[in-house]
């Protein structure tokens, strides 16, 4: 079936300038993550959503970075007046429940943000 | 969250089996052991998990050491396609926040032809 897919693959925007990304978590998966991976650096949780629950978005870094989800099913990230420091990979994931321990998480290919 | 530590490199000749091993002499009996991978420009997939027995799915097998502070992840037969990051974390099933994975350097495996 399909995978989580994400748009765009590559996005090159201006420093100051808004951004707006989006996930298309797999069908059925009721839970949906962000992170962002930096160049030669790990991954960095930004939020999690579950179904109707509030989200965590406790891995924002600042104000300047928000996401929705709509429907419970699509989700945009939207980074405003972007920084040089939000050049990194946005990856996001989805799995089933949401749950601890077992539950997988299945990543899409990421979302390049390069701020110039 | 219990740390893992893992060789930063290692090297395999394809067609050739593959042990990448995990040491986590921390964990609890509630972590889960998980591997994911990471080719190059792509995003994270997921590998193999396993609680106390040893694992097998289409992609591995996960060997863990009945003290669990160890674990081994075995690629039978490395093709070129299995060169990548892989990453050995620990999951606690009691709940809680710790559906946030974190990542640390991992093991690059490199695969030659």
Known sequence: GAGVSQSPSNKVTEKGKDVELRCD???????????????GQGLEFLIYFQGNSAPDKSGLPSDRFSAERTGGSVSTLTIQ???????AVYLCASSFAGGPG????????GTRLTVL | DAKTTQPNSMESNEEEPVHLPCNH????GTDYIHWYRQLPSQGPEYVIHGLTSNVNNRMASLAIAEDRKSSTLILHRATLRDAAVYYCILRDGSGGSNYKLTFGKGTLLTVNP
């Open chain 1, 25 to 39: 978590p797999i069908s059925g998966h009721t839970a949906l993550y962000w992170y962002r991976q930096s160049l």
């Open chain 1, 81 to 87: 007046r972007t920084q040089q420091e939000d050049s």
């Open chain 1, 102 to 109: 077992t539950d997988t998480q299945y990543f899409g290919p």
């Open chain 2, 25 to 28: 002499s921390t964990i609890s």
